[in-house]
Structure formats: structure tokens, C-alpha cells
């Protein structure tokens, strides 16, 4: 699953395209690589870290979500790890 798309339904972001431009114009890191485009690939088991606010999540994908559901189907979808 592309990961502005992944982003969109784990509800880190409001729309899409919001996570597309995030993920284009800052540092989001997959298994510690930096990626700069939208379509870059995510599966289950991947590491995600990515400054949100002022803070900076790390979170594990535990599963691709089919729709944009509700919050706590979104929670689902990721587990966030201590970031060091």
C-alpha cells in the first residue's frame, strides 16, 4: 500500500493529499530509510518515524487498512513504539 495512503487511513492525516504533500516536503523514515516520495511502499512489520507537531512518532504497521474507518479501527492498524 502506498504510505500517504496508509498515513490517510491510520488517520495521522485529515486527507490524502495532505499526507502526499507531508510525506514529499518532510523527513519520513521506513525501516530507518528516508523517503521522499508518496508512493513509496509499505507492508506489515515496516518501521515508520515521522514528526508530527512536535513530537515524533515511531510506529510499527501491523496491518493494512481497507477503508478510513473510525479511530479505533485506525489504532488497529499500527502500534507505536518508544521512540529512543
Known amino acids: 500500500m502506498r504510505l500517504d495512503k496508509w498515513l490517510w487511513h491510520a488517520r ?6 495532505l499526507a502526499a504533500r507531508y510525506v514529499e516536503k518532510s523527513r519520513c ?3 530507518g530509510r528516508a523517503v521522499d516520495k508518496a508512493h513509496a ?14 513530537h515524533v512518532k515511531v510506529v510499527r504497521v501491523m496491518a493494512l487498512g481497507e477503508r478510513r474507518g473510525p479511530a479505533p479501527e485506525a489504532r488497529t492498524l499500527y502500534e507505536e513504539i518508544d521512540s529512543p
Open 12 to 17: 495521522f492525516f485529515k486527507t490524502r493529499s
Open 29 to 31: 523514515r521506513i525501516d
Open 41 to 54: 511502499t509499505v507492508t506489515p512489520g515496516m518501521v515508520l518515524t515521522f514528526a508530527l507537531g512536535p
